[in-house]
């Protein structure tokens, strides 16, 4: 009994063995195949690749994208962002392309030369040179390899012909692509689109897309971006103020203004509902914000609409407004937001380009500036004026009186020790719509320009604090005595927070005294135009009137006459502390959007 257990023991622990080893066999052949299998399949994948000429790596870049896409995934470039040259041809940065398809690279520092390695094959290629060597063979490209900050870039096209590998374009309207391929097949249009399909739901519309297609608008302002171009929202007979606002956290978009100025039609039916086409969408949209669009309901959570008490104007959700333009709406910063081919969240180069397209949307002027052919901008000196002969309430007052006659705005530089002889005008100014300007404490004869930077701080505060206490609110803006600058006289008025408006035609009333003169002169004055008077002399005053007496009277050209500001706002120029304009023309705005603005400056 004894040995039969021992045996039975002995049995099962042999037995015992070989099931384990049979165990640990098995475990070791699953281990093989695991291994072997995924070798095995890139052996037979190289080798097909070799004879068949199967897929290797492939890259695509987006023009001004930081971006990239390779393997089914976004690569960040850093600042290496890919450009066109004037010529159109396609850069990027060597090491992202040698990173990305798997070449090994070097660098000559001594020669600027970059030496590429794929496989078997070396590229030589020599910074601001088309001659490039592959192997032992001397080539030539189209375009040179150029060195910006300090990174090398090379011609794609030139890099991809030199190696034989596959590229194709897509063009701006099509996200602006260029796609690599490292197989030998060829790269037809419709393995290109389906890579590009890919590629672009990942990187998302291209700059030069965004720049034809997107809207642009900002809080508070009454422009709009559309394809480049700053517009003004305005509907036929409506006041210029158009402006978004927000309401509860929301932006809104004042319906028919916008609509109009993107070339579309929105017209309500006098009772509770409007109706929209644009670019061939039609909607109805109901006051409450309910909404269809070509049939369709629109649903979310931000689809509201208001009608405003005051001005009586219709306003609805940006979030709405994307549906009606048949676009998605994105925020951006600072207020403004894009509607553009799809939503931008997710996408920080897209959305940080358009954030910086959007100086030109200026905030709203905020009084009512009717539509005009041509914007004058009047600007009276040295007052304000007391009790004259023939004006028993003053000379200021009296040109109040027809300012407000004929619907006209005015900005007034007062004189601060004047101010305080003359105040009580100072609240109509502000109530009547004109704006303040700040033409120093003391009038000193011989120009800001003659003092010590001191001088010029004590004259321009002194004249800001007299003019707040009397009209309730400071001037926004400057003229020195005789529109004299240097750099201490920009440098104060940049502190202070003050533009320098000049002039660009000078009545010379102060010399001429006559009536007539003042007259021709704003007669003839050009869109735009700043021009400088006096409301010290009754010929200035009444000659001032008559012109736009004279001008309203035409028929061929429409006249509005504004203060500096609302000028500055009309024309998309953003007036900025301690600067220096002269007159505010659109030429001007052009040459502030060029960067090439220089304007005259009198010492």
């Not at 399949?41 to 897929?55: C, L, N, Q």
């Not at 850069?91 to 970059?114: D, I, R």
């Not at 920080?348 to 397209?357: E, N, P, T, V």
């Amino acid at each position: 009994m004894t040995y039969q257990s021992a045996y039975r023991t002995t049995y099962r622990r042999h037995r015992h063995r070989r099931r384990n080893s049979h165990y640990g066999v098995l475990i070791a052949l699953i281990l093989v195949i695991i291994v072997a299998v995924p070798v095995a399949f890139h052996v037979v994948k190289g080798v097909s690749s070799a004879i068949f000429g199967g897929d290797r790596n492939q890259l695509v870049y987006q023009v001004d994208n930081a971006r990239a896409f390779t393997d089914g995934k976004i690569v960040d470039l850093g600042n290496a962002t890919p450009y066109r040259d004037s010529n159109g041809n396609v850069f990027v940065s060597v090491k992202s392309l040698c990173e990305n398809l798997g070449l090994e690279l070097s660098w000559e520092e001594s020669s600027k030369t970059s030496v590429l390695t794929d496989q078997k094959d070396t590229l030589r290629v020599q910074v601001n040179s088309k001659t490039a060597q592959l192997n032992e063979e001397t080539k030539t490209m189209s375009t040179a390899p150029v060195m910006k900050d300090g990174t090398v870039y090379v011609p794609v096209h030139d890099i991809c012909q030199l190696f034989s590998w596959q590229v194709g374009e897509l063009g701006a309207d099509m996200g602006d692509l260029v796609v690599i391929s490292q197989s030998k097949k060829t790269l037809d249009d419709e393995k290109l689109g389906k890579i590009a399909d890919e590629a672009l739901s990942e990187l998302g519309p291209s700059e030069a897309q965004l720049a034809s297609d997107s809207v642009l608008m900002r809080t508070d302002s009454d422009k709009l971006q559309y394809q480049g171009e700053v517009r003004q929202m305005k509907e036929a007979g409506q006041s210029r103020s158009a402006a978004v606002v927000e309401r509860d956290g929301l932006q809104y978009v004042p319906l028919s203004a916008a609509i109009t100025t993107l070339g579309g039609t929105a017209s309500f039916d006098g009772d509770r509902e409007w109706t929209v086409e644009y670019n061939g969408i039609q909607s109805t949209v109901h006051e409450d914000g309910k909404t269809k669009v070509n049939g369709d309901r629109v649903r979310g959570d931000d689809i509201s609409a208001f009608t405003d008490g005051d001005s009586g104007r219709f306003y609805v959700s940006a979030p709405l407004f994307a549906a009606v333009i048949g676009k998605e709406y994105t925020a951006l910063d600072d207020g403004s937001f894009a509607f553009a081919v799809t939503s931008l969240d997710g996408f920080d180069s897209q959305k940080a380009y358009l954030s910086g397209q959007t100086s030109g949307l200026t905030q709203a002027v905020n009084v009512n500036v009717p539509d005009a052919d041509v914007y004058i901008a009047l600007t009276f000196d040295d007052g304000p004026t007391g009790a004259i002969n023939g004006y028993p309430n003053g000379l200021t007052a009296y040109l109040l009186d027809g300012l407000k006659e004929r619907g006209a705005h005015a900005t007034f530089f007062m004189v601060g020790d004047r101010v305080n002889m003359f105040s009580s005008t100072l609240p109509r100014l502000v109530s009547e719509g004109h704006e303040l300007g700040n033409h120093t404490m003391t009038h000193p004869m011989q120009h800001l320009t003659g003092l010590k930077k001191d001088g010029i701080q004590k004259e321009i505060t002194s004249a800001t604090s007299t003019i707040t206490e009397k009209a309730g609110q400071p001037p926004t803006v400057l003229r020195p005595v005789g529109g004299g600058v240097n750099s201490d006289v920009k440098a104060v008025a940049k502190e202070l927070g003050l533009p320098i408006i000049n002039w660009n035609v000078d009545t010379q009333d102060w010399k001429n005294r006559n009536k007539q003169s003042v007259h021709d002169a704003i007669v003839n004055a050009a869109d735009g135009s700043v021009v400088l008077m006096h409301d010290l002399y009754p010929t200035s005053v009444e000659g001032a009137l008559s012109a736009i007496d004279d001008l309203q009277k035409r028929t061929d050209k429409t006249y509005a006459f504004v203060t500096v500001s609302e000028l500055a706002a009309i024309k998309g120029i953003t007036l900025e502390p301690g600067v220096v304009y002269n007159g505010l023309t659109d030429k001007v705005a052009q040459q502030i959007a060029d960067g090439t603005y220089a304007p005259t400056e009198f010492t």
